[in-house]
């Protein structure tokens, strides 16, 4: 990915994030698992990896995504846009995987997604729900 999330995670979001999320129903979207210092993002539903992206140890404290790959085989994943991806995949590990609200994040990603044809007016609790299995109050 060229575009990577500049957030730094606290050593104990680390913990977190190498615990993992599996998905409890049909409404959640993603399953998050690690090895290692590579972080997995697959899609619920189908099983399908997304997102890989490593994890290192930042500069004074905390871990950074130093690098990410995402699947660009359309009949995996729909996403083309960097930008996109990118919010994407922070969003996944904030508001899924950690559970904050991330209400710039989601913004952010409905400014994106409206960009797309037919998804201009889309509202923004249908946009989340779409992406992430998430109501736009969670």
Do not use: N
């Not at 399908?48 to 359309?74: C, K, L, M, N």
């Amino acid at each position: 990915m060229p575009q990577l999330p500049q957030r730094i995670w606290s050593d104990e979001d680390w913990e977190w994030i190498q615990r993992g999320y599996a998905s409890r129903d049909m409404d959640e979207k993603w399953d998050v698992f690690a090895e290692g210092e590579v972080v997995f993002l697959h899609r619920s539903w189908t099983g399908y990896g997304v997102f890989a992206a490593t994890f290192a140890p930042a500069d004074g404290g905390g871990w950074r995504i130093v690098s990410a790959v995402v699947e660009r085989d359309g009949e995996r994943y729909g996403g083309t846009d960097d930008a996109y991806d990118c919010v994407m995949l922070e969003l996944v590990i904030t508001a899924i995987v950690l559970g904050e609200p991330a209400p710039e994040l989601r913004s952010k990603l409905v400014e994106l997604t409206r960009r797309k044809p037919r998804s201009a007016d889309a509202p923004a609790g249908v946009i989340q729900h779409s992406a992430l299995g998430l109501r736009s109050d969670s």
